[in-house]
Nanobody, 129 residues
Framework: VQLQASGGGLVQAGDSLRLSCTTSERTFSNYGVGWFRQAPGKGREFVASINWNGARTYYKDSVDGRFTISRDSAKNTVFLQMSNLKPEDTAVYYC???????????????????????WGQGTLVTVSS
């Protein structure tokens, strides 16, 4: 399974970006998807997740209200709409597919990177002040 993350770029504080995570996997819609990020010199952190049918979404506190995760199952794509970007959002953003199908889950479940088994290559988001 290959995930392709795209949409990153260089923006100014307050701007918006939309990241996309797409795959050719036919059963992609059966799995939850998460977005994680890694800032320079820091560890990977959870950003947002959406379960397999879109009924449950979770966000890191610092992005809640600014970021929105969604999915278009017909296009095998998960989006991360990022608004009011801040310099501290600067990071490489990775999408990942959950390892178990049809999971509703909870914040502790989806924020744990060990519950994902396929990862995209990352897309760089740089926010200047």
């Amino acid at each position: 399974v290959q995930l392709q993350a795209s949409g990153g770029g260089l923006v100014q504080a307050g701007d918006s970006l939309r990241l996309s995570c797409t795959t050719s996997e036919r059963t992609f819609s059966n799995y939850g998807v998460g977005w994680f990020r890694q800032a320079p010199g820091k560890g990977r952190e959870f950003v947002a997740s959406i379960n397999w049918n879109g009924a449950r979404t979770y966000y890191k506190d610092s992005v809640d209200g600014r970021f929105t995760i969604s999915r278009d199952s017909a296009k095998n794509t998960v989006f991360l709409q990022m608004s009011n970007l801040k310099p501290e959002d600067t990071a490489v953003y990775y999408c990942a597919r959950g390892q178990t199908s049809y999971v509703t889950g909870s914040y502790p479940y989806w924020s744990d990177g060990n519950n994902y088994n396929y990862w995209g290559q990352g897309t760089l988001v740089t926010v200047s002040s």
